[in-house]
């Protein structure tokens, strides 16, 4: 099955500070989804993508499809203790399937 | 609106023991799926059901089977549960199949499962 490259695998940071994290894989993907996931709960969907090149904000977060099509970015700004969490990306090609990345896991220092 | 429900949270199994995972949605989506999620693996499918009376198979479906009872609820079961089989299992659901523009899927709370 396809795994996508997501990086990097941990952060930890300082409050306030700005983050980044991206996913990268060997197929052309037609939709990204980038989720958050706390300790013992099921992720939870943060932002969806769906043509090369669009730039989706949410709050403090954006996200990027890249213009390859294999790639996606995270950026999360003026990070707050909040932000903690284990970051995944989803995408999906010509299929059925959703795949997902292994996961980016956040920690902030206040 | 609970959204996605899962249950149970927790299960511990011996080898060779069968076990039935529940889901359920309210949001009257017609997609519904079946993931499981391990250390460092990210979250892999197992089967997916498009629309009510159909399922299809996974990246790993092997050990496991579905039934789509009707729109709400999609269970997994395990005939005979295997080490190999403990993991923490997600159920999901999206409006419409994911071919489909603007599909986001939703998730449950987990059931964390142990074989012995």
């Known amino acids: 099955g396809q795994q996508l490259n997501q990086s990097p695998q941990s952060m930890f940071i300082q409050e306030g500070e700005d983050v980044s994290m991206n996913c990268t894989s060997s197929?052309?993907?037609?939709?990204w989804l980038w989720y958050k996931q706390d300790p013992g709960e099921g992720p939870v969907l943060l932002i969806a993508?769906?043509?090369?090149?669009e730039l989706t904000s949410n709050g403090r977060l954006t996200a990027q499809f890249g213009i390859t099509r294999k790639d996606s970015f995270l950026n999360i700004s003026a990070s707050i203790p909040s932000d903690v969490g284990i970051y995944f990306c989803?995408?999906?090609?010509?299929?059925?399937?959703?795949?997902f990345g292994t996961g980016t896991s956040l920690t902030v220092i206040p | 609106n609970a959204g996605v429900t899962q249950t149970p949270k927790f299960q511990v199994l011996k080898t060779g023991q069968s076990m039935t995972l529940q889901c359920a949605q309210d949001?009257?989506?017609?997609?519904m799926y079946w993931y499981r999620q391990d250390p460092g693996m990210g979250l892999r499918l197992i089967y997916y059901?498009?629309?009510?009376?159909?399922?299809d198979k996974g990246e790993v479906p092997n050990g496991y089977n579905v039934s789509r009872l009707n729109k709400r609820e999609f269970s997994l079961r395990l005939e005979s549960a295997a080490p190999s089989q403990t993991s923490v299992y997600f159920c999901?659901?999206?409006?419409?199949?994911?071919?489909?523009?603007?599909?986001?899927?939703?998730f449950g709370p987990g059931t964390r499962l142990t074989v012995l």
């Open positions: 993508l769906y043509k090369a090149g």
């Open positions: 059901s498009a629309s009510e009376g159909t399922t």
């Open positions: 989803a995408g999906r090609g010509l299929g059925n399937q959703f795949y």
């Open positions: 999901a659901s999206s409006r419409t199949p994911a071919l489909a523009a603007s599909n986001e899927q939703f």
């Open positions: 197929s052309i993907f037609n939709t």
């Open positions: 949001m009257n989506h017609n997609s």
